[in-house]
T-cell receptor
């Protein structure tokens, strides 16, 4: 089955600096890669996703890059703000039709702290 | 609109007891997932429902775990004879038919087995 590794497990940055979180996956058939943000005691929230037919996607201060050959993808947050502090999870799925194909395999998370 | 809701928000039970956790997906969402999040860990897939298709139970850790989805909407996750290692946050997620990959999570049920 799929295995997703996520690094680093913790990350501290100064407000205004950039943060980068990296994930690798094992299943070459995976083709959908979402990122979730989970604030303390709250539900995971989908913040951005990318499909395997593109290499990069941006949404304001957040961007995700995908390297299918190397089987890794990264989350980039620019101009970080204190409200970006949270645990971020990457995930992967095969996304094909059929029972169970859309299940997500998650990384173990990165705790991001943005220092004012 | 209303998001995914789960109940109870917290459940404390004694080892050996059975528990039922409930999930109300977003109205109209056809896919429903259950995940488990243990302390300091990522989310672990448990079970997946899609419309009237047979559920994918491949993530259930033991036969003590089961789930139902009635009428294509509300789902109940049942854990029989609970063990201390079952302590975790159980999260439910749902997806719309036209964006079936996008999973929207509920707030979770924190289960503590004493």
């Amino acid at each position: 089955g799929e295995n997703v590794e996520q690094h680093p497990s913790t990350l501290s940055v100064q407000e205004g600096d950039s943060a980068v979180i990296k994930c690798t996956y094992s299943d070459s058939a995976s083709n959908y890669f979402p990122w979730y943000k989970q604030e303390l005691g709250k539900r995971p929230q989908l913040i951005i996703d990318i499909r395997s037919n593109v290499g990069e996607k941006k949404d304001q201060r957040i961007a995700v890059t995908l390297n299918k050959t190397a089987k890794h993808f990264s989350l980039h947050i620019t101009e970080t703000q204190p409200e970006d502090s949270a645990v971020y999870f990457c995930a992967a799925s095969r996304g094909n039709s059929g029972a169970g194909s859309y299940q997500l395999t998650f990384g173990k998370g990165t705790k991001l702290s943005v220092i004012p | 609109g209303a998001g995914v809701s789960q109940s109870p928000s917290n459940k404390v039970t004694e080892k050996g007891k059975d528990v039922e956790l409930r999930c109300d997906p977003i109205s109209g969402h056809t896919a429903l997932y259950w995940y488990r999040q243990s302390l300091g860990q990522g989310l672990e897939f448990l079970i997946y429902f899609q419309g009237n298709s047979a559920p994918d139970k491949s993530g259930l850790p033991s036969d003590r775990f089961s789930a139902e989805r009635t009428g294509g909407s509300v789902s109940t996750l049942t854990i029989q004879r609970t063990q201390q290692e079952d302590s975790a946050v159980y999260l439910c997620a749902s997806s719309p038919m036209d964006r079936v990959r996008e999973q929207y999570f509920g707030p979770g049920t924190r289960l503590t087995v004493t």
